[in-house]
């Protein structure tokens, strides 16, 4: 008999499925980093929505931004720009869906 195979080190990063996505074990979350709720814009008509995608946007999902419940197409992207954006409040959000055909979505912001 040989020797018995060795273990995998402790510090060694959990396998990721063939088609890139995270494990089930990893729970998937999408928030709204930027604008911030309540902020004030001055002088803006071309505004930047960013998200925070945990564990990270894989290269087969998509987000649908919002402003005013008017959508954007789906891109995979973690920002994008809304152009001719008027004065006064607004409220922007957005949802991720996962290739694997999983929904999550941000809590709207109001700004």
């Known amino acids: 008999m040989g020797p018995a195979p060795a273990a995998a080190p402790a510090n060694q990063e959990p396998q990721k499925p063939a088609d890139g996505q995270p494990a089930a074990t990893q729970r998937q979350s999408i928030s ?3 604008p911030k709720a309540e902020q004030n814009l001055w002088n803006v008509h071309n ?3 960013s998200v925070n995608v ?3 946007l894989g290269p087969a999902d998509s987000v649908i931004y919002s402003l005013d419940g008017k959508s954007k197409a789906p891109v995979n992207a973690t920002s994008v720009v809304f152009k001719d954006v008027t004065r006064g409040q607004h409220t ?3 949802t991720l869906t996962t290739a694997r055909g999983a929904q999550f979505s941000a ?3 109001t700004f």
């Open 32 to 34: 709204i980093s930027s």
């Open 47 to 49: 505004l930047t929505v």
């Open 54 to 56: 945990t564990p990270g």
């Open 92 to 94: 922007v959000s957005a």
């Open 107 to 109: 809590s709207p912001v």
